[in-house]
């Protein structure tokens, strides 16, 4: 059976994780002078105290070779087919990591690197549907092909409490023409052909918004991929987070609706607050 990898910006949840039979490569989180592992020593309520504290966004950076090398071996090594998904690589050099590492074992041949060009869930659906193809028996090329046509298909979105984050990571082109009260809105940030961009801008209480922005894509929903959507947050109320579920469930289309914490990644260049809802269309 072909092993699926992702790196760890595809914020999938431990379940998640283990129903797909997936492993995660940690991305680099850097606190200053604390240089910590995406997913195993740092979590975002830490990473957003230690951000605001130092009024800083943290620095992130690509995974280790020598942590991608770990981790490919036992499977080059025993001739299994292996493929890596990445964040896009306009975000991170993620991807040459992994194909550095599968060069070092002599595993050019076992290990394909997908390039997501998305991020956080959106990447994780095309990590599922891989899994899910991985399990059937499909080999790497059969896989890959399919992954190949999924992924223009991804609707990744999201809608940011805050633009002190993104604003200070410098990650979202388009952000500093919002200029004035501009720290007041809440845009729609919208991912497509691996980079982020500024769409509409909402303003009011988070709550209404977040409900204003998901009715908005009710077309796009019921014309969607029905295995599932995701609700991916970095830290959203528990209520605000039900009504949209609720909503979601009204419609009727999806099969299975997955609420996920962005992990820390995601985290420090949104910051907390922000939520989206992921699916693939038909």
Same mark, same amino acid.
């Given at each position: 059976?072909?092993?699926?990898?992702?790196?760890?910006?595809?914020?999938?949840?431990?379940?998640?994780?283990?129903?797909?039979?997936?492993?995660?490569?940690?991305?680099?989180?850097?606190?200053? *002078?604390?240089?910590?592992?995406?997913?195993?020593?740092? +979590?975002?309520?830490?990473?957003?105290?230690?951000?605001?504290? =130092?009024?800083?966004?943290?620095? !992130?950076?690509?995974?280790?070779?020598?942590?991608?090398?770990?981790? %490919?071996?036992?499977?080059?090594?025993?001739?299994?087919?292996?493929?890596?998904?990445?964040?896009? *690589?306009?975000?991170?050099?993620?991807?040459?990591?992994?194909?550095?590492?599968? &060069?070092?074992?002599?595993?050019? #041949?076992?290990?394909?690197?997908?390039? +997501? $060009?998305? %991020?956080?869930?959106?990447?994780?659906?095309?990590?599922?549907?891989? $899994?899910?193809?991985?399990?059937?028996?499909? #080999?790497?090329?059969?896989? !890959?092909?399919?992954?190949?046509?999924?992924?223009?298909?991804?609707?990744?979105?999201?809608?940011?409490?805050?633009?002190?984050?993104?604003?200070?990571?410098?990650?979202?082109?388009?952000?500093?023409?919002?200029?004035?009260?501009?720290?007041?809105?809440?845009?729609?940030?919208?991912?497509? =052909?691996? @980079?982020?961009?500024?769409?509409?801008?909402?303003?009011? @209480?988070? =709550? @209404?918004?977040?409900? &204003?922005?998901?009715? /908005?894509?009710?077309?796009?929903?019921?014309?969607?991929?029905?295995?599932?959507?995701?609700?991916?947050?970095?830290?959203?109320? #528990? &209520?605000?987070?039900?009504?949209?579920?609720?909503?979601?469930? /009204?419609? =009727?289309?999806?099969?299975?609706?997955?609420? !996920?914490?962005?992990?820390?990644?995601? +985290?420090?260049?949104?910051?907390?607050?922000?939520?989206?809802?992921?699916?693939?269309?038909?």
């Amino acid at each position: 059976m072909v092993k699926i990898i992702s790196d760890s910006t595809c914020d999938l949840s431990e379940e998640l994780l283990q129903k797909y039979e997936v492993s995660i490569l940690p991305l680099h989180i850097v606190l200053g *002078e604390r240089e910590c592992e995406d997913g195993r020593d740092i +979590s975002p309520d830490e990473i957003y105290r230690w951000s605001d504290e =130092n009024k800083l966004t943290p620095k !992130t950076s690509a995974p280790a070779v020598d942590k991608a090398i770990e981790l %490919l071996r036992p499977y080059v090594e025993s001739g299994r087919e292996v493929i890596c998904f990445s964040i896009s *690589e306009d975000m991170s050099t993620s991807a040459n990591v992994m194909r550095l590492a599968a &060069e070092e074992l002599d595993g050019d #041949n076992l290990v394909t690197v997908i390039n +997501s $060009a998305n %991020l956080s869930t959106g990447i994780g659906l095309l990590v599922i549907e891989a $899994a899910i193809m991985a399990k059937e028996g499909k #080999n790497a090329r059969e896989i !890959t092909e399919k992954i190949e046509e999924l992924k223009p298909l991804v609707r990744a979105s999201f809608v940011v409490d805050t633009l002190v984050y993104l604003h200070r990571g410098g990650r979202c082109s388009g952000l500093a023409a919002m200029a004035g009260g501009a720290l007041k809105l809440h845009p729609k940030i919208v991912v497509a =052909n691996g @980079k982020m961009s500024p769409s509409q801008k909402y303003r009011g @209480k988070m =709550n @209404k918004v977040l409900l &204003e922005y998901v009715k /908005e894509m009710e077309n796009d929903l019921k014309n969607a991929k029905k295995d599932r959507v995701f609700i991916t947050h970095s830290g959203c109320d #528990n &209520e605000t987070i039900g009504k949209i579920q609720s909503y979601l469930q /009204e419609l =009727n289309v999806f099969d299975e609706i997955l609420i !996920t914490r962005a992990g820390g990644v995601i +985290s420090s260049h949104c910051g907390p607050g922000t939520l989206g809802v992921l699916f693939i269309s038909q």
